[in-house]
């Protein structure tokens, strides 16, 4: 410390416990980045308990992450068949997460994560819990995530592309962002797959139908949050953002109106020279408060 005593000490804090009842001071969070589980797609817990046994021997039963026999726990968050989790277990689990973050956050401090399924209703549980926490969603930005190498992706279509939802209480969003219509949302598709390419990025099929759940959602809760009630039935809070979802017409109108050669970006062209929308440099409401 140079002798220097003045200097406030900083403290890193690692824990492993329930998110959903981390002890938090309210308002006292700068930001919140996390990565929840993806529903149903890779059942993580149990592919670990193949090694967990191993490494309890190495490790020994003293250690507090390995007293117990298996990794599994009643409370684990994830879609399972086998073992009745379904939606809206799922649901109940992101839901209590995200309203304990939520309190704990600073007004207008950020709530990221990352998320991608192949199953629209896989995201339900995620509108669900934003609206819960009295969030609204921000941004809905596409990222690379995964190689199309992965073992457990390879060959299926599967997108390789996240949606970072970004939340906050208050703030401001870009205003263009607000699709009224599958073929306003088909636009603001476009303009990501634009960047993307231009990364050098080729999103395949499965990339875009991702991208688009993103927006999706993040759209429904905009229009949601004012007369949302997170005390109704968990059934009920699924099946309004369903509703919403079948009434904008969803993935399937918004595919139509995809104009494929429209995202197409010029090959060697820098990202800094891709070109940007009007509405991007100054134009007039640019932006709109949450």
């Known amino acids: 410390m140079n002798g220097d005593d003045s200097q406030p000490m900083k403290v890193v804090e690692i824990?492993?416990?329930?998110?959903?009842?981390?002890?938090?001071?309210?308002?006292?969070?700068?930001?919140?980045l996390t990565d929840p589980p993806y529903f149903g797609n890779i059942q993580y817990a149990e592919l670990m308990d193949f090694c967990y046994i191993w490494l309890r021997k190495v490790v020994g039963q003293g250690a507090y992450a390995f007293h117990g026999d298996s990794t599994r726990t009643p409370n684990e968050l994830t879609g399972n068949v086998d073992m009745g989790r379904g939606l809206e277990h799922f649901t109940g689990g992101l839901s209590a997460v995200f309203q304990r973050m939520s309190k704990a956050l600073k007004p207008g401090a950020p709530m990221a994560f990352t998320y991608h399924h192949n199953d629209i209703e896989a995201y339900y549980p995620v509108a669900v819990a934003i609206l819960d926490a009295g969030l609204n969603c921000s941004a809905s930005l596409p990222c690379p995530a995964e190689m199309g190498a992965s073992i457990h992706i390879h060959g299926t279509g599967s997108s390789i592309i996240d949606t970072v939802f970004v939340c906050r209480t208050t703030g401001i969003m870009q205003r263009k962002w607000l699709a009224n219509s599958p073929e306003e949302l088909a636009r603001v598709v476009e303009e990501d797959l634009g960047h993307l390419r231009a990364?050098?990025?080729?999103?395949?099929?499965?990339?875009?139908?991702?991208?688009?759940?993103?927006?999706?959602?993040?759209?429904?809760?905009?229009?949601?949050?004012?007369?949302?009630?997170?005390?109704?039935?968990?059934?009920?809070r699924i099946g309004k953002v369903a509703d919403w979802l079948?009434?904008?017409?969803?993935?399937?109108?918004?595919?139509?109106?995809?104009e494929h050669d429209r995202t197409e970006t010029p090959k060697d062209l820098?990202?800094?020279?891709?070109?940007?929308?009007?509405?991007?440099?100054?134009?007039?409401?640019?932006?709109?408060?949450?």
């Open 15 to 32: 824990s492993c416990q329930d998110a959903a009842s981390a002890e938090l001071p309210d308002g006292s969070l700068d930001a919140v």
């Open 270 to 290: 820098p990202l800094s020279t891709v070109p940007a929308s009007v509405v991007d440099h100054g134009a007039k409401y640019a932006e709109v408060s949450l």
């Open 199 to 236: 990364g050098n990025v080729k999103p395949t099929p499965g990339d875009i139908r991702c991208i688009t759940y993103g927006h999706l959602i993040r759209v429904a809760i905009w229009s949601l949050r004012p007369e949302w009630n997170k005390n109704e039935a968990t059934a009920s």
């Open 246 to 258: 079948a009434r904008f017409g969803g993935w399937t109108e918004v595919e139509k109106c995809i």
